[in-house]
T-cell receptor, first 114, second 112 residues
Framework: DSGVTQTPKHLITATGQRVTLRCSPR?????VYWYQQSLDQGLQFLIQ???????AKGNILERFSAQQFPDLHSELNLSSLELGDSALYFC?????????????FGPGTRLTVL | GNSVTQMEGPVTLSEEAFLTINCTYT??????LFWYVQYPGEGLQLLLK?????DKGSNKGFEATYRKETTSFHLEKGSVQVSDSAVYFC???????????FGTGTRLKVLA
């Protein structure tokens, strides 16, 4: 158990809909990262937050947005969903906003868009 | 830009065989390098890391050495077990931009 929790575990929705994925980092970790894992694209870095502020941005679509709240939990919002958004979404946390820190991954949220 | 290239799988080995999974990287500066492992149905977890040239990371019998000259970070294990069956990801972290970049993953299957 990494100490990172993600809810829900599974999510099934329809095209055009909007969903919110939630992540609670390990106690004391200030950084949260979001990743998308699909069969054809591998593991893609989406975005990083550090202590409530956006720190780095990866291949995140404009239809996707994220935020980190004062209690350090984070939410990833996916809107106008398309079939191709079906994937595993992982959240990871690390103690500080530096690159050498280990990332601790949650169990993931499996999103299925029908 | 930065990138990570790792050998394509799947890699199928017999128990107690020697394992090498190749990883090379392209980066400006000197990134930190990592190997993560993903067991079936789970999230990724750190296997080992190295933060500067010539550092050797090791854990659970796995080793990898940060080679600046060849821009490589190959993963090795002398004797694999069935329980090592998983997907292995090489990754780098840019010390300036904080971005992580993962390789595509290499699936390892170890047969008893």
């Amino acid at each position: 158990d990494s100490g990172v929790t993600q809810t829900p575990k599974h999510l099934i929705t329809a095209t055009g809909q909007r969903v919110t994925l939630r992540c609670s980092p390990r106690s004391g970790d200030l950084s949260v990262y979001w990743y998308q894992q699909s069969l054809d694209q591998g593991l893609q870095f989406l975005i990083q937050y550090y202590n409530g502020e956006e720190r780095a941005k990866g291949n995140i679509l404009e239809r996707f947005s994220a935020q980190q709240f004062p209690d350090l939990h984070s939410e990833l919002n996916l809107s106008s969903l398309e079939l191709g958004d079906s994937a595993l979404y992982f959240c990871a946390s690390s103690p500080e906003g530096t690159s050498v820190n280990t990332q601790y991954f949650g169990p993931g949220t499996r999103l299925t868009v029908l | 830009g930065n990138s990570v290239t790792q050998m394509e799988g799947p890699v199928t080995l017999s128990e107690e065989a020697f394992l090498t999974i190749n990883c090379t990287y392209t980066a400006t500066g000197y990134p930190s390098l990592f190997w993560y492992v993903q067991y079936p149905g789970e999230g990724l977890q750190l296997l080992l890391k190295a933060t500067k040239a010539d550092d050797k990371g090791s854990n659970k019998g796995f080793e990898a050495t940060y080679r600046k000259e060849t821009t490589s970070f190959h993963l090795e294990k002398g004797s694999v077990q069935v329980s090592d069956s998983a997907v292995y990801f090489c990754a780098l972290s840019d010390k300036r931009t904080y971005k992580y970049i993962f390789g595509t993953g290499t699936r390892l299957k170890v047969l008893a």
